[in-house]
């Protein structure tokens, strides 16, 4: 059976940054030697930082939005207006992953964060950064 999303969940959906800036490939180093292979959209300006992945029902598997800061510092992200939930990734000035919040509950207001100034957050469909063996100590990088 064919499910159509009412227009006004793809409108949010579609409004998203997800889909308004490119895709860029991304290359995980897990600390146990493999590689992961994921698409990223990189986000930096103040409005898409704000809307992220707020209204988004589906991100497909091998996609992630990345937040980058214009300079490190300490990051707090939360859930408001976010219908799925999420692992988080906070990534310091190497690119290195120093935190990971799994499985982020949809629609909180709860600040995620971490004190300790850092370049980037990463946020991936919940539950995947186990299973896809990424923990503290991988690193990201951008291909170009």
């Known amino acids: 059976m064919l499910v159509i999303p009412?227009?006004?969940n793809l409108v949010g959906q579609l409004a998203s940054p997800l889909y308004e800036r490119p895709q860029q490939a991304l290359r995980i180093h897990t600390t146990d030697g493999s590689i992961?292979?994921?698409?990223?959209?990189?986000?930096?300006n103040r409005e898409d930082m704000r809307r992220g992945l707020m209204h988004v029902t589906h991100l497909p598997l091998n996609m992630t939005?990345?937040?980058?800061?214009?300079r490190p510092r300490p990051a707090s992200m939360w859930?408001?207006?976010?219908?799925?939930?999420?692992?988080m990734w906070w990534?310091?000035?190497?690119?290195t992953v120093q935190h990971i919040a799994h499985q982020t509950k949809p629609l909180s207001l709860d600040p995620i964060g971490l004190d300790e100034p850092v370049r980037a957050v990463l946020e991936i469909n919940a539950g995947l950064s186990?299973?896809?063996?990424?923990?503290?100590?991988?690193?990201?990088?951008?291909?170009?």
């Open 6 to 8: 009412s227009t006004s």
């Open 36 to 44: 992961v292979h994921l698409k990223t959209v990189i986000v930096s």
């Open 65 to 70: 939005m990345l937040f980058v800061y214009e």
């Open 79 to 87: 859930m408001k207006n976010t219908l799925i939930s999420l692992d």
């Open 91 to 95: 990534i310091d000035t190497n690119f």
């Open 130 to 144: 186990r299973m896809l063996g990424v923990s503290k100590g991988a690193k990201v990088e951008l291909v170009r």
